[in-house]
Protein backbone atom coordinates (compact mmCIF):
# COMPACT_ATOMS: atom_id res chain seq x y z
CA UNK A 1 0.00 0.00 0.00
CA UNK A 2 0.79 3.50 0.01
CA UNK A 3 3.60 4.90 2.46
CA UNK A 4 6.44 7.05 3.53
CA UNK A 5 9.69 5.38 4.68
CA UNK A 6 11.91 7.70 6.20
CA UNK A 7 15.90 7.30 6.63
CA UNK A 8 19.04 8.33 7.37
CA UNK A 9 18.70 9.42 11.22
CA UNK A 10 21.56 8.36 13.79
CA UNK A 11 23.93 9.76 16.29
CA UNK A 12 25.86 12.77 15.03
CA UNK A 13 28.17 15.29 16.47
CA UNK A 14 27.68 18.93 17.12
CA UNK A 15 28.34 20.73 14.22
CA UNK A 16 28.20 17.31 11.87
CA UNK A 17 25.62 16.91 9.05
CA UNK A 18 23.09 14.51 8.03
CA UNK A 19 21.14 14.05 4.87
CA UNK A 20 17.52 12.48 5.49
CA UNK A 21 15.66 11.02 2.82
CA UNK A 22 11.67 10.10 2.42
CA UNK A 23 10.68 7.54 -0.27
CA UNK A 24 7.07 6.74 -1.19
CA UNK A 25 6.60 3.43 -2.22
CA UNK A 26 3.68 2.98 -5.03
CA UNK A 27 2.72 6.45 -5.45
CA UNK A 28 4.33 9.67 -6.91
CA UNK A 29 4.89 12.88 -4.78
CA UNK A 30 4.96 15.12 -7.47
CA UNK A 31 1.44 16.29 -6.85
CA UNK A 32 2.39 16.67 -3.39
CA UNK A 33 3.43 19.64 -0.82
CA UNK A 34 6.49 17.26 0.81
CA UNK A 35 7.43 18.44 4.78
CA UNK A 36 9.64 17.28 7.54
CA UNK A 37 7.82 17.84 10.93
CA UNK A 38 10.00 17.12 14.63
CA UNK A 39 9.38 16.04 17.77
CA UNK A 40 10.74 15.27 20.96
CA UNK A 41 9.14 13.77 24.31
CA UNK A 42 7.04 16.48 25.65
CA UNK A 43 6.90 18.85 22.72
CA UNK A 44 4.49 19.55 20.36
CA UNK A 45 5.46 18.45 16.81
CA UNK A 46 7.12 21.74 14.89
CA UNK A 47 6.98 22.18 11.15
CA UNK A 48 10.98 21.83 10.22
CA UNK A 49 10.38 22.42 6.05
CA UNK A 50 8.31 22.28 2.96
CA UNK A 51 8.15 22.11 -0.19
CA UNK A 52 5.92 23.04 -2.75
CA UNK A 53 5.01 20.88 -6.33
CA UNK A 54 7.63 20.53 -8.67
CA UNK A 55 8.62 24.69 -9.57
CA UNK A 56 7.43 25.90 -6.76
CA UNK A 57 8.56 27.23 -3.29
CA UNK A 58 10.32 26.19 -0.05
CA UNK A 59 10.10 27.20 3.12
CA UNK A 60 11.81 26.76 6.39
CA UNK A 61 11.50 27.11 10.55
CA UNK A 62 13.47 30.09 11.48
CA UNK A 63 15.69 27.62 14.15
CA UNK A 64 16.72 25.67 10.87
CA UNK A 65 16.80 28.89 8.00
CA UNK A 66 20.49 28.90 6.22
CA UNK A 67 21.40 25.36 8.03
CA UNK A 68 19.13 22.60 6.49
CA UNK A 69 17.71 22.29 2.61
CA UNK A 70 14.23 20.43 1.98
CA UNK A 71 14.67 19.13 -2.13
CA UNK A 72 13.30 16.72 -4.29
CA UNK A 73 15.47 14.20 -6.00
CA UNK A 74 12.84 12.14 -8.38
CA UNK A 75 8.87 11.79 -8.53
CA UNK A 76 9.07 9.41 -5.52
CA UNK A 77 12.03 11.09 -3.22
CA UNK A 78 12.92 13.80 -1.04
CA UNK A 79 15.48 15.08 0.71
CA UNK A 80 16.55 17.11 4.29
CA UNK A 81 20.09 18.19 4.17
CA UNK A 82 20.83 19.05 7.52
CA UNK A 83 24.31 20.88 8.65
CA UNK A 84 25.77 22.33 11.40
CA UNK A 85 23.25 20.44 13.90
CA UNK A 86 23.36 21.59 17.41
CA UNK A 87 21.95 19.49 20.71
CA UNK A 88 18.55 21.39 19.99
CA UNK A 89 18.13 19.58 16.88
CA UNK A 90 17.78 16.66 18.50
CA UNK A 91 14.49 14.80 17.65
CA UNK A 92 12.48 12.31 15.47
CA UNK A 93 11.99 13.52 12.33
CA UNK A 94 8.70 12.62 9.92
CA UNK A 95 8.29 13.13 6.44
CA UNK A 96 4.89 14.21 5.42
CA UNK A 97 2.90 14.41 2.30
CA UNK A 98 0.03 16.83 1.31
CA UNK A 99 -2.40 16.75 -1.43
CA UNK A 100 -1.94 19.69 -3.68
CA UNK A 101 -3.45 19.05 -6.68
CA UNK A 102 -7.32 18.01 -5.77
CA UNK A 103 -7.87 16.90 -9.59
CA UNK A 104 -5.72 14.43 -8.95
CA UNK A 105 -4.62 13.47 -5.53
CA UNK A 106 -8.35 15.14 -3.59
CA UNK A 107 -7.24 15.94 -0.07
CA UNK A 108 -4.87 13.13 0.60
CA UNK A 109 -2.51 12.98 3.22
CA UNK A 110 0.73 10.38 4.29
CA UNK A 111 3.08 10.30 7.35
CA UNK A 112 6.10 8.25 7.73
CA UNK A 113 6.62 6.73 11.12
CA UNK A 114 9.60 8.98 11.72
CA UNK A 115 13.57 8.33 11.75
CA UNK A 116 15.85 9.49 14.67
CA UNK A 117 18.50 11.96 14.77
CA UNK A 118 20.44 12.46 18.08
CA UNK A 119 22.69 15.46 18.04
CA UNK A 120 25.56 14.19 21.13
CA UNK A 121 29.11 15.04 21.67
Known amino acids: QVQLVESGGGLVQPGGSLRLSCAASRFSISSYTMSWYRQVPGKERELVAA???????TNYADSVKGRFTISRYNANTVYLQMNSLTLEDTAVYYCKARCSRVGICGTMEYWGKGTLVTVSS
Open 51 to 57: ISIPGGS
